[in-house]
């Protein structure tokens, strides 16, 4: 058979005009954004730099790096024409910038693919786009909770922390206050989540695989989406914000924390109230689970930045250690619940496990904190325990996550192979 006349077809053929269409839509919308997204908000521009990250996985040709560059400059140049410098965006702007150049060559190829290959740029730019879409809606639906509630408990959460013989996060606070590197790696713990989101999202997906992993993305939007719902349980917002001008150089000493009276207090509605269980720690510790398949040098600075995350957290004043107590079992049982590769009912344990120990910690908070005063002792045991119990049945669950499951091979026969996490751990 001769395969002349098919090889002319596949040279004669290109983008469709549909495609041709789609691709433009999505060029048009990739560059009105990059002229329009808010830079002093590092999150956003972070999200936006995954792009480049997933470009990278797909382990792209010279040209491909190189257009995806030279088109950054252009908007960057674009942007600066029409908006000029904006104080404190550099890295923001290269940032943003970047990732819709890598968004636009990746438009690019996907125009020009056909079939399997078209598959698989999808399969890299539909998680890219789903990190940017979750970045922004994040950040202003957990904000709706300033609105419902003009007053929070954040003396609750005060106290508690009291109970444990010091301020944990006014400790922190002053050590960010008084080194300006201990306050810059912890800033910038804080600020880069999105793009380490990334980088383990990316790790974790297969570039030659031609259906997405949306596992990763399903953690984050499971989190943030359970948190809000928290959230309006123990309204609190964070010691920087309720404590304005107290923050970090002076706290009540515990001998008197007994007598403070635990009620409601006005807090401003400009700030969020999003302080426990704290999203910036529960998604930490899931990427931390799911950097398992990783190198032990990529393990080790996944530990790296959760202890970082645990100093930012505090050191900046955004939440109290109660907060990231309660955030250990919270992560647990999202990973319980998003984790379809191991059965339900070897999920249920570990689920029901972390869903009581979060709501035991809201609980505690809201009506314990007479009973955590009464010895220091007693706050100090929740935390171990509670935390102890986590790690050891997280590692049982991913122990049940390597599953075998019957395939068929080559010859139509059956076939016994290792099957691991939707997360891609081995």
């Not at 190198?295 to 080790?300: E, L």
């Not at 005063?373 to 049982?396: D, G, K, N, Y």
């Amino acid at each position: 058979m001769d395969p002349l006349p098919e090889r002319k077809s596949e040279m004669a053929s290109g983008p469709s005009l549909g495609d041709i269409l789609m691709g433009a839509a999505f060029a048009v919308a990739v560059v009105a954004a990059a002229l329009s997204i808010n830079l002093q908000t590092p999150y956003l521009a972070f999200s936006v730099a995954s792009a480049f990250v997933f470009h990278l996985r797909s382990r792209p040709r010279n040209w491909e790096l190189l257009a995806a560059v030279a088109v950054a400059g252009l908007l960057a140049a674009a942007r600066l024409a029409l908006r000029g410098a904006e104080p404190g965006a550099v890295v923001g702007l290269v940032a943003a910038m970047v990732g819709s150049g890598s968004f636009l060559v990746l438009g690019f190829r996907a125009v020009r693919a056909k079939d399997e290959d078209r598959r698989r740029i999808l399969a890299l730019l539909g998680p890219a786009l789903g990190l940017v879409f979750f970045i922004f809606s994040a950040q202003r639906a957990l904000n709706l909770a300033d609105l419902l509630y003009p007053k929070t408990r954040d003396i609750y959460l005060y106290a508690f922390d009291g109970s444990l013989g010091f301020q944990p996060s006014f400790l922190m606070g002053r050590l960010f206050k008084y080194s300006a590197l201990v306050r810059l790696l912890g800033v910038l713990a804080y600020t880069t989540l999105p793009l380490v989101m990334t980088i383990v999202y990316a790790g974790n997906i297969d570039p030659k695989s031609a259906k997405p992993n949306w596992y990763i993305l399903e953690l984050f939007f499971a989190a943030g989406l359970l948190g809000w719902v928290l959230y309006n349980l123990v309204p609190g917002t964070g010691p920087a914000y309720a404590f304005n001008g107290m923050f970090p150089d002076q706290y009540l000493p515990y001998r008197v924390l007994h007598r403070l009276a635990l009620e409601p207090v006005a807090v401003g509605t400009d700030f969020p109230r999003n302080a426990i269980p704290s999203l910036h720690m529960a998604w930490v510790l899931l990427l931390w689970w799911s950097c398992r398949k990783f190198s032990w040098p990529a393990r080790a600075g996944a530990l790296l930045y959760v202890m970082l995350t645990v100093m930012a957290t505090l050191g900046t004043g955004e939440h109290y250690l109660v907060d990231l107590a309660a955030a250990v079992p919270f992560a647990l049982a999202v990973e319980a619940l998003c984790l379809r590769s191991v059965a339900f009912r070897r999920r249920l344990a570990p689920l029901l496990v972390g869903a009581s120990l979060t709501l035991g910690w809201l609980g505690l908070v809201r009506f314990g904190v007479p009973l955590a005063l009464q010895a220091r002792a007693i706050p100090w045991l929740c935390i171990v325990m509670s935390t102890a119990a986590v790690l050891w049945i997280e590692r049982r669950l991913h122990e049940a996550a390597i599953v075998k499951a019957p395939s068929q091979g080559a010859d139509g026969a059956p076939e016994i192979k290792a099957a691991t996490t939707a997360a891609g751990t081995t």
